[in-house]
């Protein structure tokens, strides 16, 4: 029997990671996207069906860990409202692009029964996809450093800003929840390429990446304290409020440090010049509010034929999916995402399967702040919390046999 968790693995931090961050130098982000997630499930569905194949009696014997069926029936509603989208609008992106999640997140659920050890899995997985990002970033090298916008090998420096601060995400949570799992070589690591992805994101001035990194370190004190609360007795574990006030203390050096350097003044002096000029959204908000304003049940064809005012549109992946793809489909994604979300939390609320989950939350949470300031349906953000959460579902290992 092949051993195929090891494949997995490697697919998905070739196939799944850095595949469509090579897209983004020539914004073909989404048709790397969706290349390399078709090379993926089929590579990885040929490997499942020669593992499961029953010769002798002539069965392809298929085990499908537990799907909730609330899951079932919104992504079947989502395949169905993007055809209807595509039907009305003639765009084959949002069929591309939902397909894709979708077929990304049964194939890893259906391969995550060949994972032994998911704590080392999700690590190497990490690892993986920092080894990608400094990839990325050494393909970049042609282009002079600057702390003033630097995009390295990507076409705009917000999708610089975009990719490092999904690193960064996912690097945290690993060094904060696996500190004592992993070796002294992954750790020394891991912390080389957070500070060199610390020093890309300030470089890129990409606000909203800024800001998701900001919040993503303040999880950290939140969430140990959240861990030594007993709510209902009123009570907080004494390490878990020693560690709060010692994360918060390691986070003001931390901040007070970036200050001081001067590494962060370019990104404030890009605030207070789009302040002065009297829109320091950078005409985004007045785009958003014609794109809720002329929403549709299907989406549409072109989002410039809705108003005659020279918008911004985009800079929300929401909004871009509302306009693009009707409030139906919207509505599939976005439940999706709060579906991942809700478990997640509980999880870590209820302190099971909790190591993984803390990887997950900080890495869906990172996605939605930017998502909500960029469009990013094709970035690690959201590609990595289908991967997680497909590993990481549970529910009393139940497995649905079917022949």
């Avoid at 997995?8 to 020539?26: A, D, E, K, T």
């Avoid at 190497?124 to 990002?133: F, K, P, Q």
């Avoid at 999904?166 to 690591?189: D, P």
């Avoid at 007045?286 to 064809?301: D, L, T």
């Amino acid at each position: 029997m092949i051993k195929i968790s090891n494949f997995l693995l490697l697919s998905l931090v070739i196939l799944v990671v850095f595949i469509p961050q090579l897209g983004m130098h020539g914004d073909l982000s989404p048709l790397f996207t969706g290349v390399g997630l078709i090379i993926f499930v089929t590579i990885n569905s040929f490997l499942f069906i020669l593992n499961n194949n029953d010769i002798f009696n002539k069965k392809l014997i298929i085990q499908i860990p537990h799907i909730p069926k609330s899951i079932y029936l919104l992504l079947i509603a989502l395949v169905i409202f993007s055809l209807f989208s595509y039907l009305a609008t003639e765009r084959f992106k949002s069929i591309i692009v939902y397909s894709a999640l979708i077929l990304l997140f049964f194939t890893v659920r259906i391969q995550s029964a060949t994972i032994v050890d998911k704590d080392k899995f999700i690590i190497n997985l990490i690892l993986g996809a920092c080894i990608t990002g400094m990839l990325i970033m050494i393909l970049g090298v042609n282009k002079p450093f600057t702390l003033f916008r630097y995009q390295g090998y990507y076409v705009n420096s917000n999708s610089m800003g975009m990719f490092t601060a999904n690193l960064i995400h996912m690097i945290v949570a690993t060094l904060y929840i696996y500190k004592n799992s992993i070796s002294r070589f992954k750790k020394f690591f891991f912390y080389s390429i957070f500070f060199i992805s610390i020093l890309f994101l300030l470089a890129s001035n990409s606000r909203a990446a800024i800001f998701s990194v900001f919040i993503i370190l303040l999880l950290v004190p939140i969430v140990e304290l959240y861990k030594g609360v007993k709510f209902f007795e009123l009570k907080i574990k004494a390490r878990s409020l020693k560690n709060f006030f010692l994360y918060l203390f390691i986070l003001c050096l931390f901040f007070i440090f970036i200050y001081s350097t001067g590494l962060i003044d370019n990104t404030f002096d890009k605030f207070a010049s789009k302040q002065k000029a009297g829109d320091f959204s950078d005409g985004r908000f007045q785009g958003w509010i014609i794109m809720i304003e002329n929403w549709s049940w299907f989406g549409h064809k072109n989002l410039q034929d809705i108003t005659d005012q020279k918008i911004i549109f985009g800079h929300n992946t929401w909004l871009s999916h509302l306009n693009y793809n009707g409030i139906l489909a919207t509505f599939c994604f976005l439940g999706w995402i709060y579906f991942i979300f809700k478990w997640t939390w509980a999880q870590i609320k209820l302190q099971k399967n909790s190591r993984g989950t803390v990887i997950l939350l900080f890495t869906l949470v990172g996605y939605i702040i930017n998502a909500t300031f960029e469009t990013a349906t094709s970035t690690p953000g959201i590609l990595m919390s289908v991967v997680l959460f497909a590993i990481l579902y549970r529910k009393d290992d139940i497995f649905l046999s079917k022949s």
